[in-house]
């Protein structure tokens, strides 16, 4: 009887879940166990898009969440879904609750808030729209239905149903991230277009089942991929978009005609008419510039010094469309594209040719023209018959007129010929030199006094010089002082010239700095132990590569630093006349195209001399760049832990 009762509960639990599939799905997906590491596991997220001859997309998102820790759980305790009222709605369908003991609850609808979302520097006024679910435990699930329609942007406005339809009016993009940083058992993604909207689409850096058939006079797209596991992140590693699976779909033909697109928009809307204003204003500053080069070299940073990064909404004008000059003059004020048009109506105030450009700073965009962008620059065409990029908004006393921190990145511009996808140049690393040099003399007593001077070019002065323009004069000295500090807590500032550092068209950042170190050395009953100074990674601010983690023996993928540069580390130290060196080594060489680097010791009479060399060739690495800059990075990690020794005659 007792075996029968079992049979028969084994069969009502079936029959109960074959009534509820949903519950049958959450029951035998697993637990923690079977996803160490994961808080949460996603049992399917599908999206179905459909697609107005407009552009305008309506979005049904559907997603299946199970929570499998507690830190999952105080994850989900909110579900928050973030838009821009400007150009798209958000609405929750249906929210329920699959409590582990099998009770189903339905949250009411009535209880989604609607608050402004949290922002710094850009206040567009970007919404959240939320719905508390309260305590859960591990077991549980969340089913979500919401809506949404219109795009990320938003742009000029005419009516209301006018202000969810993309920028580029008749297209539709998107970009899907088949990735995630919890692991997915399905991901679906449908998008349903008119057959005079033909769509070209592209799975990179995975593969996916892919589909396309006809239904109620709609070409119907699907994407869908099953048993995504959490992307394994590398230290330093580029953006997950450039590396992970990711759909990309568009309808527009090329970038040429985003390109003419993008210029026409920013014409028709009147960005860079000029004003009295600004005309009398240019020709004033422009007084003493004697060559072309002049001209854009004082418009350029002119904007960078004065127009303050800070986006606020000014109605119509966001997004894609720049606001016009007479605003940007006025305010000296806003986002990347405010100074861009500024500094494009100052040119062509000036008598040059200048357009507007869509650049990605911080990932790849891809050759299909779905828009990856982020960020808004210039153009200028010189005598050269060159387009020359400009960007007021990376260049705030930098002497570089486009930050060579933007190497490697791609790029579109507006023009009216139209322009394909292009990507910035490598900059030489000895554009970014810092060149330390030390003269000092080492007591018998373990006292290190002596002189350093430093200098630097751009993105490397830029980070020198930050610790005078990102903070009060009465701090510089204390800035200064406190580079020496960091390392050597004892050190002593006896003087310091550094000229003045806000005036950085006058040339490389140039430091002076006398000091005095008692006990750098570690006296022992007959022998002296220390780690020369320019060893120790003084000014590591201006030495990004120091922070490249160097424990992976290989990559999986690509990597990045700030920018390409060139250290050079000089140091001459006059010994005690009692003591003779036991030098740790005498030179070391790692060539290589990407990296390389070439240091030791040299003994010269009573003199120690200590010479480095690091060159990082790019900003953006392959994998196979590695072993090259793991083998510079580590050997000039090793020289800040590499002992001189002195030993008493």
Same mark, same amino acid.
């Given at each position: 009887?007792?075996?029968?009762?079992?049979?028969?509960?084994?069969?009502?639990?079936?029959?109960?879940?074959?009534?509820?599939?949903?519950?049958?799905?959450?029951?035998?997906?697993?637990?923690?166990?079977?996803?160490?590491?994961?808080?949460?596991? #996603?049992?399917?997220?599908?999206?179905?898009?459909?697609?107005?001859?407009?552009?305008?997309?309506?979005?049904?998102?559907?997603?299946?969440?199970?929570?499998?820790?507690?830190?999952?759980?105080?994850?989900?305790?909110?579900?928050?879904?973030?838009?821009?009222?400007?150009?798209?709605?958000?609405? *929750?369908?249906?929210?329920? $609750?699959?409590?582990?003991?099998?009770? =189903?609850?339905?949250?009411?609808?009535?209880?989604?808030?609607?608050?402004?979302?949290? /922002?710094?520097?850009?206040?567009?006024?970007?919404?959240?729209?939320?719905?508390?679910?309260?305590?859960?435990?591990?077991?549980?699930?969340?089913?979500?239905?919401?809506?949404?329609?219109?795009?990320?942007?938003?742009?000029?406005?005419?009516?209301?149903?006018?202000?969810? #339809?993309?920028?580029?009016?008749?297209?539709?993009?998107? $970009?899907?991230? *088949? !990735?995630?940083?919890?692991?997915?058992?399905? &991901?679906?993604?449908?998008?349903?277009?008119?057959?005079?909207?033909?769509?070209?689409?592209?799975?990179?850096?995975?593969?996916?089942?892919?589909?396309?058939?006809?239904?109620?006079?709609?070409?119907?797209?699907?994407?869908?991929?099953?048993? %995504?596991?959490?992307?394994?992140?590398?230290?330093?590693?580029?953006?997950?978009?450039?590396?992970?699976?990711?759909?990309?779909?568009?309808?527009?033909?090329?970038?040429?005609?985003?390109?003419?697109?993008?210029?026409?928009?920013?014409?028709?809307?009147?960005?860079?008419?000029?004003?009295?204003?600004?005309?009398?204003?240019?020709?004033?500053?422009?007084?003493?510039? &004697?060559?072309?080069?002049?001209?854009?070299?004082?418009?350029?940073? !002119?904007?960078?010094?004065?127009?303050?990064?800070?986006? #606020?909404?000014?109605?119509?004008?966001?997004? *894609?469309?720049?606001?016009?000059?007479?605003?940007?003059?006025?305010?000296?004020?806003?986002?990347?594209?405010? &100074? /861009?048009?500024?500094? %494009?109506?100052?040119?062509?105030?000036?008598?040059?040719?200048?357009?507007?450009?869509?650049?990605?700073?911080?990932?790849?965009?891809?050759?299909?023209?779905?828009?990856?962008?982020?960020?808004?620059?210039?153009?200028?065409?010189?005598?050269?018959?060159?387009?020359?990029?400009?960007?007021?908004? !990376?260049?705030?006393?930098?002497?570089?007129?486009?930050?060579?921190?933007?190497?490697?990145?791609?790029?579109?511009?507006?023009?009216?010929?139209?322009?394909?996808?292009?990507?910035?140049?490598?900059?030489?690393?000895?554009?970014?030199?810092?060149?330390?040099?030390?003269?000092?003399?080492?007591?018998?007593?373990?006292?290190?006094?002596?002189?350093?001077?430093?200098?630097?070019?751009?993105?490397?002065?830029?980070?020198?010089?930050?610790?005078?323009?990102?903070?009060?004069?009465?701090?510089?000295?204390?800035?200064?002082?406190?580079?020496?500090?960091?390392?050597?807590?004892?050190?002593?500032?006896?003087?310091?010239?550094?000229?003045?550092? %806000?005036?950085?068209?006058?040339?490389?950042?140039?430091?002076?700095?006398?000091?005095? =170190?008692?006990? *750098?050395?570690?006296?022992?009953?007959?022998?002296?132990?220390?780690?020369?100074?320019?060893?120790?990674?003084?000014?590591?601010?201006?030495?990004?590569?120091?922070?490249?983690?160097?424990?992976?023996?290989?990559?999986?993928?690509?990597?990045?630093?700030?920018?390409?540069?060139?250290?050079?580390?000089?140091?001459? =130290?006059?010994?005690?006349?009692?003591?003779?060196?036991?030098?740790?080594?005498?030179?070391?060489?790692?060539?290589?195209?990407?990296?390389?680097?070439?240091?030791?010791?040299?003994?010269?009479?009573?003199?120690?001399?200590?010479?480095?060399?690091? =060159?990082?060739?790019?900003? @953006?690495?392959?994998?196979?760049?590695?072993?090259? @800059?793991?083998?510079?990075?580590?050997?000039?990690?090793?020289?800040?832990?590499?002992?001189?020794?002195?030993?008493?005659?």
């Amino acid at each position: 009887m007792r075996k029968i009762a079992s049979m028969l509960l084994l069969l009502l639990i079936s029959l109960a879940l074959k009534a509820n599939p949903t519950q049958g799905l959450i029951n035998n997906s697993g637990n923690a166990q079977d996803y160490p590491g994961s808080n949460l596991l #996603i049992l399917f997220d599908s999206t179905e898009v459909d697609v107005k001859d407009t552009g305008l997309g309506y979005f049904h998102m559907h997603q299946l969440i199970k929570i499998l820790t507690k830190q999952g759980a105080l994850e989900k305790r909110v579900i928050c879904i973030d838009y821009d009222p400007l150009s798209a709605d958000v609405e *929750f369908k249906m929210v329920k $609750i699959y409590r582990k003991d099998g009770t =189903i609850q339905e949250l009411d609808l009535a209880n989604v808030l609607d608050y402004v979302a949290p /922002a710094r520097a850009i206040y567009w006024g970007a919404s959240e729209k939320m719905i508390e679910i309260g305590r859960l435990e591990p077991g549980d699930a969340i089913e979500i239905r919401y809506f949404k329609k219109g795009f990320t942007y938003a742009l000029l406005m005419q009516d209301d149903e006018d202000r969810f #339809i993309p920028p580029m009016r008749g297209h539709y993009y998107d $970009i899907v991230p *088949f !990735w995630s940083s919890e692991p997915i058992l399905k &991901k679906v993604y449908v998008a349903k277009l008119p057959p005079n909207k033909p769509l070209q689409f592209e799975f990179y850096n995975g593969t996916c089942s892919a589909s396309v058939r006809f239904e109620n006079g709609k070409h119907v797209y699907s994407f869908t991929q099953e048993d %995504i596991l959490p992307l394994k992140r590398e230290p330093n590693m580029v953006d997950p978009f450039d590396v992970a699976p990711k759909l990309l779909l568009t309808t527009s033909p090329d970038w040429e005609a985003k390109s003419r697109w993008f210029y026409g928009v920013n014409e028709d809307y009147g960005s860079f008419e000029p004003t009295p204003e600004t005309v009398a204003f240019v020709r004033e500053l422009l007084n003493e510039a &004697k060559t072309e080069m002049d001209s854009v070299s004082v418009l350029t940073h !002119w904007v960078a010094d004065n127009m303050r990064y800070s986006g #606020i909404s000014m109605g119509p004008g966001e997004g *894609f469309t720049l606001h016009n000059t007479g605003m940007n003059f006025r305010d000296r004020c806003g986002v990347c594209k405010d &100074k /861009a048009a500024l500094l %494009i109506s100052f040119l062509r105030i000036a008598g040059f040719e200048s357009y507007a450009a869509m650049t990605m700073a911080g990932s790849r965009i891809e050759d299909i023209p779905a828009d990856h962008f982020n960020h808004s620059v210039t153009v200028v065409k010189l005598s050269d018959g060159k387009y020359h990029l400009l960007d007021p908004t !990376w260049v705030p006393f930098v002497r570089e007129l486009w930050s060579s921190a933007e190497q490697q990145q791609h790029y579109l511009m507006g023009l009216p010929e139209g322009a394909d996808l292009m990507a910035t140049p490598i900059s030489p690393p000895d554009n970014h030199y810092l060149r330390i040099n030390g003269t000092s003399e080492l007591k018998p007593d373990g006292t290190l006094v002596g002189e350093l001077t430093v200098e630097a070019e751009g993105q490397t002065d830029a980070a020198i010089r930050g610790m005078f323009t990102r903070d009060y004069k009465s701090q510089w000295d204390r800035s200064v002082e406190a580079e020496l500090l960091r390392v050597y807590p004892k050190a002593q500032i006896l003087s310091m010239d550094y000229g003045d550092p %806000i005036d950085y068209m006058a040339g490389p950042i140039n430091l002076k700095i006398n000091y005095q =170190i008692p006990g *750098f050395a570690f006296a022992g009953a007959r022998e002296l132990f220390f780690v020369p100074l320019l060893s120790g990674n003084f000014m590591s601010r201006a030495m990004g590569h120091l922070s490249l983690n160097t424990d992976l023996a290989e990559r999986k993928y690509a990597f990045r630093d700030r920018c390409s540069r060139l250290v050079q580390l000089n140091e001459t =130290i006059t010994l005690p006349q009692e003591y003779e060196v036991v030098l740790p080594m005498q030179q070391l060489v790692h060539n290589g195209q990407a990296a390389s680097y070439k240091g030791g010791f040299v003994k010269q009479g009573n003199t120690l001399v200590i010479n480095q060399e690091v =060159i990082l060739g790019k900003r @953006v690495y392959e994998p196979e760049d590695w072993p090259e @800059v793991r083998a510079a990075v580590q050997a000039h990690k090793n020289m800040a832990e590499m002992p001189v020794i002195l030993k008493k005659l």
